[in-house]
């Protein structure tokens, strides 16, 4: 499966992006997707999950401003990612786990600044 991350950007505080993971087939069968992020200097963290259930996962630092979501037609998981602050800055990156093969995305870059 390759993972397709799209949709990083600069924005202010308190704004609003969208990030997208194109896979390159079905994530019908897909058991988790995930976005994780990674900020200079720091490791790599999860922020947010969803499984093939629906269910989903957030970070306690992103829980309430963040949304994942997942659309099996269009091959697709989205971040919604509100009310962000500057320590949101990092690069984000997906990833997907299929029968036990871990997949990741090359990242995107978020930055939020004045």
């Known amino acids: 499966v390759q993972l397709q991350a799209s949709g990083g950007g600069l924005v202010q505080p308190g704004g609003s992006l969208r990030l997208s993971c194109a896979a390159s087939e079905s994530i019908f069968g897909i058991n988790i997707m995930s976005w994780y992020r990674q900020a200079p200097g720091n490791e790599r963290e999860n922020v947010a999950s969803i499984l093939n259930t629906g269910s989903t996962h957030y970070a306690i630092s992103v829980k309430g401003r963040f949304t994942i979501s997942r659309d099996n037609a269009k091959n697709t998981v989205y971040l919604q990612m509100n009310s962000l602050k500057p320590e949101d800055t990092a690069v984000y990156y997906c990833?997907?786990?299929?029968?036990?093969?871990?997949?990741w995305g090359q990242g995107t870059l978020v930055t939020v600044s004045s």
């Open positions: 990833k997907a786990i299929r029968g036990g093969f871990v997949y």
